[in-house]
């Protein structure tokens, strides 16, 4: 028999562009059933800033999802299909939209009688992923799919509202480096910065569809370990709906950029740009919706790309990210 030339060959399987691992708690045949219940989606809205629709089946019978979130002050509109593939694995493929020709693949490993690793590949597609994140969209990519697991693992084990994700106050410790510097500020300058630390930390949290229990659980936490006081209900509502407003009129993108330049002017661009990633952090992790405002924000504040990437992966790292493993190589 002749050897198979280099042109005979089938073509290599594309090496994935990134991938990430969580560990759950429960037997893998549960875990698998979640994962290719593609109805869970839409019914349970289990992803926090998305929203799903079903649409006709396809004349091939494939039957899609719309998939919408908002990309600062974007409504981004995307196809999708979940479904089973080879050797019972999870593929979403994004069929139509700026991610076409994207998927992410889940594996299953059963560890032991109660727990199961979740390991998930990302084939990004022609047009890469995240678009406009620049240097950041391997970041990006890294949150979306950690974001994509530990949000399945929630609605599989629940957890408790109000409660923020992780250590909170060990991440604290990381965000507030040299916020000792503020005691040296006099009162007015000392004002200022608290406001403007506060509007940042806020209009991240609502740069999706407002702040949920456990990002308000950390701004308490934040403004508790800061500034030892205690918000009030009424005092925590009234920040809220002022960064609403904020955003409803002067847009996410020129939000954060404000929020940022003040940031700069006080001198506390780091600090500030700490906090919001803190606060974005604790729930559900980043999306690339929340990346693209902190970087805004980092911009603004004098920060580069690779200062923010520094600063999500120490604060992710003081959340406990080490539950969610993930390895990503630079889009080439």
């Not at 006080?266 to 974005?280: K, M, T, Y």
Request: with cysteine; glycine share 10%; hydrophobic share 45%.
């Amino acid at each position: 028999m002749r050897p198979v030339t280099a042109e005979e060959a089938p073509p290599a399987e594309p090496r994935p562009t990134a991938t990430a691992w969580l560990d759950f708690e429960l037997p893998v045949d549960t875990v698998r059933t979640a994962f290719l219940d593609a109805d869970l989606v839409v019914r349970s809205k289990i992803h926090r800033g998305m929203r799903f629709q079903w649409l006709p089946r396809t004349a091939g019978g494939e039957h899609r999802m719309r998939q919408q979130m908002s990309v600062l002050d974007k409504l981004v509109v995307e196809e999708v299909v979940l479904e089973e593939g080879p050797g019972a694995t999870w593929v979403k493929r994004f069929v139509e939209g700026p991610n076409a020709g994207t998927r992410f693949v889940a594996r299953f490993e059963a560890l032991g009688e109660r727990v199961t690793r979740v390991t998930m590949d990302a084939y990004v597609g022609p047009n890469g992923f995240a678009l406009g994140l620049g240097k950041l969209s391997p970041l990006g990519l890294e949150k979306a799919m950690a974001r994509v697991m530990g949000e399945y693992k929630k609605a599989l084990q629940g957890y408790e509202p109000g409660r923020a994700r992780g250590r909170v106050l060990d991440a604290l410790a990381v965000a507030q480096r040299g916020s000792l510097a503020m005691r040296a500020l006099d009162e007015t300058k000392r004002k200022a910065l608290t406001a403007a630390l506060l509007e940042s930390a806020w209009a991240i949290a609502c740069v999706d569809e407002g702040p949920d229990e456990a990002e308000r659980d950390a701004m308490r936490a934040m403004v508790s370990g800061i500034w030892h006081a205690t918000l009030s209900a009424e005092m925590e509502d009234r920040m809220v709906e002022a960064a609403v407003a904020s955003i409803a009129k002067e847009g996410a993108k020129a939000r954060c950029e404000g929020l940022g330049a003040r940031l700069k002017a006080l001198g506390f661009g780091g600090l500030g740009v700490s906090l919001a990633v803190l606060v974005a952090e604790v729930s559900h992790g980043l999306d690339p919706a929340e990346l693209d405002a902190l970087r805004r924000l980092a911009k603004a504040a004098g920060l580069d790309d690779q200062d923010l990437e520094d600063i999500v992966r120490d604060i992710d790292g003081a959340l406990g990210g080490d539950e969610t493993a993930s390895r990503v190589s630079r889009f080439v």
